[in-house]
């Protein structure tokens, strides 16, 4: 995946809205997100800049937005898996209701219980 500097503070060349005044046509990533929708590997077409300039927002164009992908059986169970393996302890072997810390390797059980 390549990463694209996206000029944050050029408004001559990124067209620059302020918060809220985007116009019709324009989402942002966590919008397309809601929609069911991704850029689709379409780079940001304007930005939202708002707190003085701190903080922005990039705009992809509705229309070239894609629907979001959905993982594949193989890819959820893979993941569930993964997932199980966090919650098993390596010194007992139980299979506990929360991810085993990662600093001891072990459940609350065998490290000596909550502190």
């Known amino acids: 995946m390549t990463t694209t500097a996206y000029p944050a503070d050029t408004a001559e060349q990124f067209p620059t809205y302020p918060y809220r005044l985007a116009p019709n046509g324009l989402a942002t990533r966590r919008q397309l997100r809601a929609a069911g ?3 689709g590997g379409h780079e940001p077409v304007a930005q939202i800049l708002w707190r003085r300039g701190k903080r922005v927002a990039y705009l992809y ?3 070239l937005a894609a629907p979001k992908r959905t993982a594949t059986p193989a890819q959820r169970e893979a993941i ?3 997932l199980r393996a966090r ?3 390596r010194h007992c072997g139980h299979l506990k209701p929360y991810y085993i810390p990662r600093r001891t390797g072990s ?3 065998c490290t000596g219980g909550a502190r």
């Open 37 to 39: 929708l991704r850029p």
């Open 80 to 82: 569930a898996k993964a």
């Open 61 to 63: 164009r509705l229309d």
């Open 107 to 109: 459940c609350l059980d």
């Open 87 to 89: 919650r098993t302890c």
